[in-house]
Nanobody, 117 residues
Framework: QVHVAESGGGLVQPGGSLRLSCAAS????????MNWVRQAPGKGPEWVSG????????NYADSVKGRFTISRDNAKNTLYLQMNSLKPEDTAVYYC??????????WGKGTLVTVSS
């Protein structure tokens, strides 16, 4: 059974940092693309970043480029999102997405990040 679970959210002041983690199980983690997607209050989902299987190909939304870093540890079946220079507009629920291709997409329950002074 595929399972992904986010952790690491919380309240942080503008300019601060947080690191989100996503623990995955039930599939061959190293073989699939993983993404972070966020949803701010009252808004639709926004793709944040994606990383290919070996970590060699990484993409970011323009809104987070230069501030966020995605990474993965295939030995630990874990996806990360290092978020620096956080802004109030980064406030959102952050979701981990496992893109298993023809086998479907799987989502965690999300972790809330609040950027506020």
């Amino acid at each position: 059974q595929v399972h992904v679970a986010e952790s690491g959210g919380g309240l942080v002041q503008p300019g601060g940092s947080l690191r989100l983690s996503c623990a995955a199980s039930g599939f061959t983690f190293s073989s699939y693309v993983m993404n972070w997607v966020r949803q701010a209050p009252g808004k639709g989902p926004e793709w944040v970043s994606g990383i290919y299987t070996g970590g060699g190909s990484i993409n970011y939304a323009d809104s987070v480029k230069g501030r966020f870093t995605i990474s993965r540890d295939n030995a630990k079946n874990t996806l990360y999102l290092q978020m620096n220079s956080l802004k109030p507009e980064d406030t959102a629920v952050y979701y981990c997405n496992a893109d298993l291709g023809i086998f479907g997409e799987y989502w965690g329950k999300g972790t809330l990040v609040t950027v506020s002074s």
